[in-house]
């Protein structure tokens, strides 16, 4: 913008450097040119003196005389347009920011979204566009009434009249720009009621990210290769198997587990497990009666378990241990998964696609434990000597 009103304002002086030509005895191009120049930055200049500096129009005395327009039915405009427009862009940021402590106080324990900036940053978005269309209804109202009515007429009210017609303006003005308002943040809560109808199916795609392609290739073929020379345990496999799944998919189902379902489901993956490894596999599982009763997401300790023998035993020639371990201390949930494998400094084993370690599994448990406790539940990953430790440590309902 700048660099335009320049251009506008110097093309003159460009212009008749350019098409005046000197007659015999006057002075050359150059010459004419620079004093040209000169010209345009002498008016310039002065053009520059006579308009009022941001400082003077914004000095103590014009915000005051600004605000109390905008504030009041009688006093005249004062300041600059944009400055009478940006009152009620301040007014309703404030009021969003209200509403926004407020609805941190009263919902934050149970809605985990309040404990993360971008869950502030959100509510008060829509906050902020209830409370702007409400301060322009009012706005709006209290111009039109001016103009239709007149501030002569409204003067001459008795104090209580005077009282109700305003009062009864700005009810007309929330009742215009709620509803507004309303609409128009109701896009974005739509898109969130349809995402949680949408929980069926990111239920069934978890489930798909843990029951991995190579654990179902790997078991199947293990029980054909056993239906030839070892059907009893083929059988078994098969059950453990069938149990797993069944398990699996119950839980989806019903969006919440135990830690005691949870650990159930575990035990049959370690035995399905062992079944297969042989005796490359040996594992343990200990919990409280306490612990077993505290609720849990589901599959998420299923992830651990898989980890530690995938990347920790498997690369092992001789195998190794898995204790699994659930304890309440104090009013805090600690879940652990301890392995006796390679441990975390040897080689991560590729995965799908090319992918080596385990860091997608882990980012996955850390974005859940973050969504459904915020900053209250952590994940920890130890060098375990040997193998490796993988702790949880969550708040007891």
Same mark, same amino acid.
Request: charged share 15%.
């Given at each position: ?97 209200g509403f926004t402590v407020l609805g941190m106080a009263l919902l934050a324990p149970d809605d985990?979204?309040?404990q993360h900036a971008s869950g502030w940053l959100q509510w008060y978005g829509r906050c902020l ?63 969130? #009621? /349809?995402?949680?109808?949408?929980? =069926?199916?990111?239920? *069934? %795609?978890? +489930? ?5 392609? &190579?654990? @179902? ?72 009666? #306490? /612990?077993?009763?505290?609720?849990? =997401?589901?599959?998420? *300790? %299923?992830? +651990? ?5 995938? &990347?920790? @035993? ?84």
């Amino acid at each position: 913008m700048a660099g335009f009103f320049l251009c506008v304002v110097l093309a003159p002086a460009f212009y008749e450097g350019r098409h005046d030509r000197p007659a015999r005895g006057q002075p050359s191009h150059g010459l004419a040119i620079r004093r040209s120049g000169g010209r345009v930055v002498g008016r310039l200049a002065a053009k520059a003196k006579r308009m009022p500096t941001l400082v003077r129009m914004l000095d103590r005395q014009t915000l005051a005389q600004s605000w109390r327009h905008w504030w009041n039915w009688d006093a005249p405009p004062v300041g600059p347009a944009w400055l009478q427009a940006l009152w009620p862009l301040l007014y309703a940021m404030a009021v969003a920011l209200g509403f926004t402590v407020l609805g941190m106080a009263l919902l934050a324990p149970d809605d985990p979204a309040w404990q993360h900036a971008s869950g502030w940053l959100q509510w008060y978005g829509r906050c902020l566009v209830v409370s702007l269309c409400v301060t322009l209804a009012i706005l709006g109202v209290m111009r039109g009434a001016r103009r239709l009515v007149g501030p002569a007429r409204v003067r001459g009210l008795a104090s209580g009249w005077r009282t109700l017609f305003f009062s009864g303006l700005s009810m007309l003005g929330v009742a215009l720009g709620w509803p507004l308002g309303m609409a128009l943040i109701g896009t974005d809560l739509r898109a969130l #009621a /349809a995402l949680d109808a949408h929980s =069926p199916e990111a239920r *069934l %795609q978890l +489930l798909q990210a843990q029951i991995e392609p &190579h654990f @179902l290739f790997n078991t199947l073929a293990t029980v054909h290769s056993l239906m030839g020379h070892d059907t009893d345990r083929a059988q078994r496999m098969l059950e453990h198997f069938i149990d797993y799944l069944r398990g699996a998919l119950g839980q989806l189902r019903e969006g919440q587990a135990t830690v005691a379902s949870e650990l159930a489901l575990a035990e049959t993956y370690l035995a399905l497990m062992a079944q297969r490894m042989d005796d490359r596999l040996r594992y343990q599982v200990q919990a409280s009666d #306490a /612990a077993r009763a505290q609720p849990l =997401p589901p599959l998420l *300790l %299923q992830p +651990l378990i898989e980890n530690a023998i995938r &990347h920790g @035993l498997e690369p092992s020639l001789h195998g190794g241990q898995v204790l699994v371990q659930a304890h309440c201390e104090g009013r805090r949930l600690r879940l652990s998964v301890r392995d006796t494998g390679v441990g975390l400094h040897a080689p991560r084993r590729p995965g799908p696609a090319g992918q080596t370690g385990n860091g997608i599994a882990l980012a996955n448990i850390r974005e859940r434990l973050a969504t459904r406790y915020g900053t209250s539940a952590t994940l920890q990953l130890l060098d375990a000597e040997p193998g490796t430790l993988a702790v949880l440590d969550l708040p007891c309902a």
